[in-house]
């Protein structure tokens, strides 16, 4: 089921909101690279799905869209290597 076929809304946070969300972005893009790296080095679960495998390359691929958004923010940048 889509966000968009139950009908809940998204608006997109103004940018001095930024600063305060930026702890749990940076909370899902580390999680989603940490679960990625260990599945890969981990013996394959037939039970998981391939997109497991692409998180690494996403959660990079988010960092420098952070990086990006918010060229100052230190763990932005550190992230983003």
């Keep these: 089921m889509k966000i968009r076929d139950v009908g809940l809304r998204f608006d997109e946070p103004e940018r001095c909101e930024s600063p305060a969300r930026l702890g749990a972005v ?3 893009i580390c ?3 940490t679960v990625g790296s ?3 080095l981990l013996q ?5 799905t391939p ?3 692409g998180l690494p390359a996403e ?3 988010l960092c420098s869209l952070v990086v990006m958004l ?3 923010h230190a763990d932005a940048l550190g992230s983003s290597r």
């Design 70 to 72: 918010q060229p100052d």
């Design 26 to 28: 940076f909370e899902s």
């Design 59 to 61: 959660a990079l691929s």
């Design 44 to 48: 394959p679960d037939p039970g998981l």
């Design 51 to 53: 997109a497991v495998f």
């Design 38 to 40: 260990n599945t890969a």
């Design 31 to 33: 999680g989603s690279h």
